[in-house]
């Protein structure tokens, strides 16, 4: 893939904490109705009164420079007809605990049994709250507050109705897996995810399906020492599907936190990572594959990271590629923050673009702030076309040309799809792949 100059769009300078649209938090509350009571009443009222104080985002919000908020601060979801039928499971031949939430709420009826051995599953809606969840809920997303606002998430943790709490044990036999369904057109679906890691404990989490006419997500991870977190989620949107989604991790010692995303198309999606690396020598890898056509409708996909280096002998990975074409817009924004006394830290940011028209484009900002003086970080942006000599050698063998686009797109998404840990779960996603885009499913 050729590397050309990232392309940029003609924006009003920015400034964090700059006014926002008058009245339009009024309206966003307005419209919602706030869960009450329970072992999250102290936290949620905590993040009202914080958002309140932020606001929603506007157009001079630096984090917001290259994604219009408006679909997001609207008191109210686009209503967008339900599709018929539903796809194959992405993960269906795996051996895994399924849970199933129907717009942003947990179907019992249609889920598992919620026993898994080394886990203990119970959800927000009906909990009366273990301790530990009491002592967790919105505060990692209160952490990732600083110094970037991150207003979405804090409304998710004021007003979500139901989500999972997880803590982890032990090594679970088999993953969970979270299907996520639509049945409202105007569905405006919001939960909220905790997840707590306990010493050497291990989980995988899967995520697949959409949910709601628009949607908006936080999932909170606090790993212990030793633990160990795999999340996969794949997101496809059939319909002009307008989503947020936010995953807060706290990495202690020897921790490892991984998590890889699978995005086709979707009008407007924007994913939030926060991921504090509290411990020494722990890991945290976050990686996505992105394939978005604005054929039919316009494509937009940001994905904006921020990780924090505060202890030595770290790692992080921030691996992105983006494959659009017929006008999608990709967005990347990420960043390495090393604290002081973050010695012998290796952090890697990658983000590309496979640009398969000339209406396409990508922004990325790519950023390193550090404070330590002995570290290995690097970052490389890069947006391209398709390698024509590799294509003619495709062809040059007798590969038809749209084959052999699918094996140049494989190939180009390798180095994130790498980031999936699990052989057979990575397996899936390829061979999923490899059917929507014969079947030229970006669309």
């Given amino acids: 893939m050729a590397d050309t100059a990232v392309q940029a769009k003609d924006h009003t300078p920015t400034v964090e904490g700059a006014p926002k649209p008058a009245g339009a938090l009024d309206a966003r509350l307005a419209a919602l109705t706030l869960p009450q009571g329970g072992f999250a009443a102290a936290a ?21 420079r290259y994604t219009d908020p408006r679909p997001f601060n609207a008191p109210q979801a686009a209503a967008i007809a339900v599709p018929d039928g539903q796809e194959t499971p992405l993960f269906d031949t795996l051996d895994k605990l399924t849970l199933v939430f129907v717009d942003g709420r947990f179907d019992e009826a249609a889920s598992d049994d919620l026993a898994l051995d080394g886990v203990e599953i119970l959800t927000l809606a ?31 943790t004021a007003a979500a109705p139901d989500g999972l709490l997880i803590r982890v044990t032990g090594k679970p036999s088999k993953p969970i897996h979270v299907v996520h369904r639509r049945a409202s057109d105007g569905a405006d679906a919001m939960w909220h995810h905790l997840i707590r890691v306990e010493p050497g404990a291990e989980l995988t989490l899967l995520e697949t399906g959409m949910s709601g006419a628009r949607s908006n997500s936080v999932i909170e991870v606090d790993l212990a020492e030793g633990a160990a977190f795999h999340h ?6 059939i319909e002009a599907k307008v989503g947020i989604g936010h995953i807060f991790a706290r990495v202690a010692a020897r921790a490892q936190f991984k998590s890889f995303t699978l995005a086709v198309n ?47 002998r770290c790692e992080s990975r921030q691996v992105f590629k983006k494959v659009l074409k017929n006008g999608a817009e990709g967005v990347f924004q990420g960043k390495i923050l090393v604290k002081p006394g973050a010695q012998k830290t290796d952090g890697y940011q990658i983000s590309q673009a496979l640009l398969l028209d000339e209406r396409s484009q990508f922004l990325a900002k790519p950023e390193l702030e550090i404070y330590a003086d002995d570290v290995k970080c690097s970052h490389g942006s890069t947006t391209g076309a398709i390698d024509d000599e590799a294509l003619f050698y495709l062809r040059s063998r007798g590969v038809p040309r749209e084959r052999a686009i699918v094996f140049l797109v494989l190939s180009f998404l390798a180095d994130a799809l790498a980031e999936v840990e699990d052989e057979a779960i990575r397996d899936c996603i390829y061979e999923r792949l490899d059917v929507w885009l014969t079947l030229n499913a970006v669309q």
Avoid: C
């Avoid at 949620?44 to 917001?64: C, V």
């Fill in 44 to 64: 949620r009222r905590d993040a009202l009164t914080r958002l309140q104080d932020m606001g929603l985002p506007g157009p001079r919000d630096e984090y917001w």
């Fill in 126 to 156: 009906k909990a009366d709250g273990a301790e530990w969840a009491a002592e967790l809920y919105g505060k990692l997303e209160a952490a990732g507050q600083h110094p970037v606002r991150r207003p979405f998430a804090t409304l998710n």
């Fill in 232 to 237: 996969v989620a794949s997101k496809r949107a």
């Fill in 266 to 312: 979707g009008t407007m999606m924007r994913n939030e990572a926060v991921i504090d690396i509290a411990g020494d020598d722990a890991v945290a890898h976050i990686a996505a594959a992105v394939l978005g056509d604005g054929g039919k409708a316009p494509f937009h996909q940001d994905d904006t990271v921020f990780i924090t280096h505060g202890a030595e």
